[in-house]
């Protein structure tokens, strides 16, 4: 299957499922917030949330599947500094703590919602992205 078919399939699953969580239960399929709102809950507002959460790591779990059926389907990237990712992660969470949310939440949600906060919060996203490859495959 072509990369573009499959990336196309999954943004559609992607999208189907965000509106259909908004349309049926007024809830914003924002990873960050699900995460936030199992770590400080609130009663009566847990279960969905664990449930999401269960079915993400069912899709890891179907990935790893994938990668022990068919071993040279697709080949990790390997040779990242542990003390760098670590760092990456801290500074991806405190970034989502500082945009109210992830690039789930505004990219997949917001935009679809018109909000203008998750325009400006996926362009920032975006551009530090780009900037940040740029520097690490060509000036680093």
Excluded: E, K
């Excluded at 809950?41 to 959460?53: I, M, N």
């Excluded at 790591?57 to 500094?81: C, E, S, V």
């Excluded at 970034?95 to 679809?112: I, Q």
């Excluded at 919060?121 to 530090?128: D, I, P, R």
Aim: charge should be positive.
């Amino acid at each position: 299957m072509n990369t573009w078919v499959s990336a196309l399939a999954g943004g559609v699953l992607i999208g189907t499922a965000a509106t259909l969580l908004l349309w049926l239960t007024g809830r914003i399929a924002g990873i960050s917030g699900i995460l936030g709102g199992v770590v400080m809950p609130r009663s009566g507002d847990v279960a969905w949330r664990v449930a999401f959460l269960l079915g993400l790591i069912g899709l890891i779990g179907a990935g790893a599947a994938w990668l022990w059926w068919a071993p040279g389907a697709y080949a990790p990237r390997q040779g990242f500094p542990p003390l760098l990712l670590v760092i990456a992660g801290v500074l991806v969470g405190f970034g989502t703590r500082m945009g109210n949310g992830c690039t789930s939440g505004h990219g997949v949600c917001g935009l679809g919602r018109l909000s203008p906060r998750s325009l400006v919060a996926v362009s920032t996203f975006m551009l530090t992205a780009i900037a940040t490859t740029y520097l690490v495959r060509h000036v680093a």
